[in-house]
């Protein structure tokens, strides 16, 4: 973190975990029933259910010479992503939600300063695109404490988060309706890479293990919910964004 910060674990130890902004202390809040919320990440109004009621084969049939642009882009990066994570689907998750998450980031910022200059209401699309990067980074929350990024994988993220920021930052300002796009076809890819992922957990393939507590918090999940439960909501989100990309 920024400001850093240290809390002390029951064993005696430090551990330092996120707690701070350039030395600021947060709030404290608390949960409905007055006990201690132990997120920092997020707070107990952002979090919602899940509406799982999708539809798992809508597709954007692409017709203009931009809707072939993006939908042939979006392929050509699926294959060396297959190859790279092949079926290890928890990893693949979390590796992808550090990209998942920059589109909305990056739009929501080009609208706000469009906002500014025009002065000009955006139509409430600057928070719908900055919600939309919140809830991805809430998946990458989430999938860090399925899966433990490896020292190669972490230097993997730097490199191709650089790449695909700046790409999809040109890529907005010469089109915000490719980048949508663009965005669309990614979230299609995210639902079949999850389902694919469902099928693992039914076939055993992979450990349904119990949810991780963060969202079971986060997506108001029963307190019994599995590592199944969690990659159902994180679909259904995927599912929305996709549709209002």
Known sequence: AAGGGDNKREDGGNKE?????????????????????????????????????????????????????????????RFPTDVFFQRRYGCRAMMLETVAAVPGMVGGMLLHCKSLRRFEHSGGWIKTLLDEAENERMHLMTFMEVSQPRWYERALVFTVQGVFF???????????????????????????????????????????????????D???????????DVVMVVRADEAHHRDVN
């Open 17 to 77: 975990v996120v707690a701070s902004y350039w030395g600021i202390k947060g709030e404290e809040v608390k949960k409905e029933d007055g006990t201690p919320w132990k997120w920092n990440c997020f707070r107990p109004w952002e979090t919602y259910q899940a509406d799982l009621t999708i539809d798992l084969k809508k597709h954007h049939v692409p017709t203009t010479f931009l809707d072939k642009l993006a939908y042939w882009t979006v392929k050509s990066l």
């Open 166 to 216: 700046n790409a999809y930052f040109l890529a907005y300002l010469a089109s915000p309706k490719l980048a949508h796009r663009v965005v669309g076809y990614l979230e299609e890819e995210a639902i079949h890479s999850y389902t694919e992922f469902l099928k693992e957990l039914d076939k055993g393939t992979i450990e349904n293990v119990p949810a991780p507590a963060i969202a079971i």
């Open 218 to 228: 986060y997506w108001r999940l029963p307190a019994d919910s599995t590592l199944r």
